[in-house]
Protein backbone atom coordinates (compact mmCIF):
# COMPACT_ATOMS: atom_id res chain seq x y z
CA UNK A 1 0.00 0.00 0.00
CA UNK A 2 2.93 2.31 0.09
CA UNK A 3 3.53 2.03 -3.30
CA UNK A 4 -0.25 3.18 -4.19
CA UNK A 5 0.42 6.53 -1.24
CA UNK A 6 3.48 7.36 -3.18
CA UNK A 7 1.65 7.02 -6.79
CA UNK A 8 -0.98 8.92 -5.11
CA UNK A 9 0.76 12.01 -3.69
CA UNK A 10 2.35 12.41 -7.15
CA UNK A 11 -0.76 12.18 -8.82
CA UNK A 12 -2.43 15.11 -6.72
CA UNK A 13 0.97 17.09 -8.28
CA UNK A 14 0.99 16.16 -11.45
CA UNK A 15 3.03 14.09 -11.38
CA UNK A 16 2.35 11.05 -13.40
CA UNK A 17 5.30 8.84 -14.56
CA UNK A 18 5.00 7.14 -11.73
CA UNK A 19 1.10 6.12 -12.00
CA UNK A 20 1.94 5.45 -15.34
CA UNK A 21 4.70 3.17 -14.80
CA UNK A 22 3.35 0.93 -12.05
CA UNK A 23 -1.22 1.77 -12.08
CA UNK A 24 -1.81 2.04 -15.51
CA UNK A 25 -0.55 -1.63 -16.60
CA UNK A 26 -3.40 -2.78 -14.08
CA UNK A 27 -5.70 -0.54 -14.99
CA UNK A 28 -5.53 -1.59 -18.90
CA UNK A 29 -6.28 -5.33 -17.75
CA UNK A 30 -8.90 -4.56 -15.59
CA UNK A 31 -10.34 -2.59 -18.48
CA UNK A 32 -9.53 -5.35 -21.00
CA UNK A 33 -11.57 -7.97 -18.73
CA UNK A 34 -14.20 -5.71 -18.49
CA UNK A 35 -14.71 -5.20 -22.40
CA UNK A 36 -13.95 -8.66 -23.76
CA UNK A 37 -12.61 -9.85 -26.91
CA UNK A 38 -15.02 -7.63 -28.92
CA UNK A 39 -14.29 -4.29 -27.68
CA UNK A 40 -11.13 -4.83 -26.27
CA UNK A 41 -9.80 -2.03 -28.46
CA UNK A 42 -11.93 0.81 -26.32
CA UNK A 43 -9.55 -0.49 -23.51
CA UNK A 44 -7.09 1.94 -23.56
CA UNK A 45 -9.69 5.35 -24.47
CA UNK A 46 -11.85 3.88 -21.27
CA UNK A 47 -8.26 4.38 -18.62
CA UNK A 48 -7.75 7.32 -20.04
CA UNK A 49 -11.01 8.86 -19.91
CA UNK A 50 -11.03 7.80 -16.26
CA UNK A 51 -7.16 8.76 -15.32
CA UNK A 52 -8.74 12.41 -16.55
CA UNK A 53 -11.90 12.41 -14.88
CA UNK A 54 -9.75 11.57 -11.55
CA UNK A 55 -7.36 13.91 -12.15
CA UNK A 56 -9.77 16.22 -12.64
CA UNK A 57 -10.93 15.61 -8.77
CA UNK A 58 -7.92 14.96 -7.31
CA UNK A 59 -7.80 17.38 -4.98
CA UNK A 60 -10.91 16.53 -3.22
CA UNK A 61 -9.77 12.76 -2.65
CA UNK A 62 -8.88 12.27 0.84
CA UNK A 63 -7.38 8.79 1.10
CA UNK A 64 -5.47 6.68 -0.82
CA UNK A 65 -8.13 3.87 -0.57
CA UNK A 66 -11.37 6.58 -1.91
CA UNK A 67 -8.35 7.67 -5.01
CA UNK A 68 -7.80 4.28 -5.99
CA UNK A 69 -11.42 2.79 -6.09
CA UNK A 70 -12.54 6.19 -7.73
CA UNK A 71 -10.20 5.37 -10.12
CA UNK A 72 -11.57 1.48 -10.63
CA UNK A 73 -15.48 2.42 -10.31
CA UNK A 74 -14.65 5.40 -13.15
CA UNK A 75 -13.05 2.67 -15.67
CA UNK A 76 -16.14 0.79 -14.89
CA UNK A 77 -18.44 3.34 -16.06
CA UNK A 78 -15.93 4.42 -18.93
CA UNK A 79 -16.23 1.04 -20.12
CA UNK A 80 -20.09 0.37 -19.94
CA UNK A 81 -20.44 3.82 -21.19
CA UNK A 82 -18.09 3.39 -24.47
CA UNK A 83 -19.31 -0.21 -25.12
CA UNK A 84 -22.29 0.69 -25.41
CA UNK A 85 -22.13 3.34 -27.57
CA UNK A 86 -20.27 1.09 -29.67
CA UNK A 87 -22.89 -1.39 -29.96
CA UNK A 88 -25.51 1.21 -30.83
CA UNK A 89 -23.33 2.22 -33.81
CA UNK A 90 -23.38 -1.50 -35.01
Same mark, same amino acid.
Given at each position: ???????? +?????? #??? /???? $???? #??????????? +??? +???? #?????????????? =?? #??? =??? /????????? $? $? =??????? =???????
Amino acid at each position: MNVYREIF +ADFKQG #ELA /QFYR $LMYP #ELMVYANRLLG +ADF +AFLA #EDCVQNAVYKCYLR =SN #EME =SVM /QWKNYTFFN $L $L =SQACLLA =SMERLRN
